[in-house]
């Protein structure tokens, strides 16, 4: 684990992804629940026909709501979407267990719950981490990955130093060289700027409208973030989620389509080159973190391509 990160840096990015995509949604009559193993209640929705295709958020713990609403339903035509809340996050309850291995689980239980024989997962951004453990676990119950903008190894270095260097840009300061120690505190210092500046947003987005739709959405039921929160603060307990996943990726031969934003600095845009899986297709489109909004049709297309080659 890479423990010399300071908690400013850890915090300010889980805020900027929750502060940016956290909403939440009016009830649906189609949403419903299923306790776990291990008795914690699990909010699902499914909506769509198709094939299979559950959604692992992002966040980490950010719930199902922003993605569905804000374009991941224009899936739904060809593809019988599950969106589902995490444990501790959104309207999923609480548990005394947020370990990798749990969230793994409640996937693979949430499958077994739908009688699915094989599901494709759909991950964004933190997500991935998640759904890449399930298919290096579960891969006779996988019929394939789709990565949207997702990290293998939260808070890396070379992000971290695409960061910095993207922040100095946008404050028109120069570059300089940064000891791998003082990484996160010199991101701590850049981001407090940028945030001063009302311009933080861009690690997300270069487009503000994209912000101001998201506000949009009125926050009408009150959201847990009980997992994101354990992960982001207590480093120290959860070191699965800060390990490099990348060098597992050989050893998944499932089918795997990776997409990534140009201009994506919340994941930084070189991470996706690490990704070793056997049976890959990379789909780059022009646009930030939130591809699924800012470009949904050439998001939407991509994967529903993908889906009709791996039926």
């Known amino acids: ?32 629940s299923f306790e776990t193993s291990d008795h914690v ?10 094939d299979a295709c559950i959604y692992v958020p992002g966040g980490p713990g950010q719930g199902y709501p922003s993605f569905e609403l804000l374009g991941g339903n ?10 589902m809340d995490q444990r501790g996050s959104g309207e999923s309850g609480k548990s005394e ?7 793994v689980q409640d996937i693979e239980e949430l499958r077994q719950h739908l009688k699915f024989d094989k599901v494709f997962l759909l991950a964004h951004s933190f997500g991935g981490i998640i759904a890449v453990n399930y298919a290096k676990k579960y891969p006779q119950h996988t019929k394939g990955l789709i990565l949207a903008n997702i990290t293998l190894h939260f808070l890396n270095d070379e992000t971290l130093k695409e960061q910095i260097e993207y922040g100095n840009n946008l404050l028109q300061l120069q570059n300089k060289a940064i000891p ?18 009302r311009i933080g947003y861009k690690f997300l987005t270069e487009d503000i409208e994209t912000i101001r739709q998201t506000d949009k959405i009125d926050s009408l039921h009150p959201r847990i973030i ?12 959860f070191p699965e989620y800060y390990t490099d996943y990348a060098p597992i990726t050989k050893d998944i031969h499932v089918p795997v ?6 201009m994506d600095k919340a994941v930084g845009t070189m991470h996706y080159k690490t990704f070793r899986f056997p ?12 591809l699924y909004y800012e470009k949904n049709r050439e998001f939407v297309n991509a994967v529903w391509h993908f889906i009709s080659k791996h039926k």
Request: aromatic content about 8%.
């Open 226 to 237: 009980d997992f994101g929160m354990a992960v982001i603060s207590k480093p120290k307990e």
């Open 74 to 83: 224009n899936l739904e035509k060809n593809m019988q979407m599950v969106y």
């Open 97 to 103: 267990n947020y370990h990798l291995d749990a969230m």
């Open 180 to 197: 791998r120690d003082s990484l996160s505190s010199e991101l701590s210092k850049i981001s407090a700027a940028l945030r001063k500046k």
């Open 279 to 290: 049976d890959q297709k990379v789909v780059a489109i022009d646009g930030g973190h939130l």
């Open 1 to 32: 684990m890479n423990c010399y990160y300071d908690m400013k840096s850890i915090h300010f990015l889980l805020l900027l992804f929750l502060a940016a995509i956290g909403i939440s949604a009016q009830k649906s009559s189609t949403e419903q």
């Open 41 to 50: 209640k699990i909010r699902y929705k499914v909506s769509g026909k198709g």
């Open 257 to 262: 389509l990776v997409i990534t934003g140009k």
